[in-house]
């Protein structure tokens, strides 16, 4: 059975105005157009708005408004969402290519139902959209809940969750939210297909990026929830030990 699955673009801005141009170009050249695109933003004093409304893009939903910060955002966005696929391309990242929905329906088995998860590869690109290098974690062959003890093997924006087993973002976390939800998404799941496809250009200035020591630390405090406090300390005494030899 061949599908065509819906997706659901969502995009949370706020004051995005200089970097949200790629975004939405790069959503508008898709050439399999079976999506929506969703505009989550926190009431930007820039013309992000303006700009998406005079993308080529069609906006299926845009809301405004004032938030709690980006996973408050995200979650309107699955709320309002009514696609099979949930995708969070945040603003400056941008699909790597033309094709990359049409390559990802492409590698969807044909069966009777559709995967839990698609994912695929992630590319750094710099302010000017350069290549910088591929993500230094690439994504497994095989994925599953467990695989994130090693890190968060697979970018958010190149990990789509069908809707229907997607969790609320948890608000407890300012950070890292999107590790806790991608592992409870994993753990709801029995499907996951491996794309082998590069699906997103990653901007190299994201909000984990920016707090990157209260990111790490919320980041250990997930993986001692889902895996266990002792593995975790364990785990991550290895990553120095590791990093200490690699000098």
């Avoid at 591929?134 to 968060?152: K, T, V, Y």
Wanted: net charge neutral; charged share 25%; with cysteine.
């Amino acid at each position: 059975m061949k599908h065509t699955p819906k997706f659901s673009i969502i995009t949370v801005t706020y004051n995005a105005a200089s970097v949200i141009e790629p975004t939405l170009r790069s959503i508008a050249a898709q050439t399999y157009r079976n999506f929506e695109f969703l505009l989550i933003d926190g009431g930007s004093k820039d013309d992000t708005v303006e700009k998406a409304r005079n993308s080529a893009v069609e906006i299926a939903t845009l809301i405004s408004e004032r938030d709690k910060g980006l996973y408050d955002a995200m979650n309107k966005g699955i709320a309002h969402a009514t696609g099979d696929y949930l995708c969070f391309l945040n603003a400056g990242d941008s699909f790597h290519a033309p094709d990359v929905l049409e390559k990802m329906v492409a590698a969807i088995p044909e069966q009777e139902t559709l995967p839990d998860i698609l994912y695929g590869e992630t590319a750094e690109v710099d302010d000017e959209r350069n290549f910088v290098r591929m993500r230094r974690l690439q994504a497994p062959e095989r994925l599953d809940w467990r695989s994130f003890r090693h890190g968060m093997l697979v970018c958010h924006q190149a990990f789509f969750a069908r809707r229907t087993l997607a969790p609320d973002y948890d608000l407890a976390y300012r950070f890292s939210a999107d590790v806790d939800w991608c592992i409870k998404v994993m753990k709801e799941s029995k499907d996951i297909v491996n794309t082998h496809i590069v699906i997103v250009d990653y901007l190299q200035n994201g909000l984990s990026l920016q707090n990157h020591r209260a990111s790490l630390i919320e980041r250990f405090r997930i993986m001692a929830k889902h895996y266990g406090l002792l593995p975790t300390l364990l785990r991550h005494a290895w990553f120095v030990v590791r990093a200490i030899i690699k000098r």
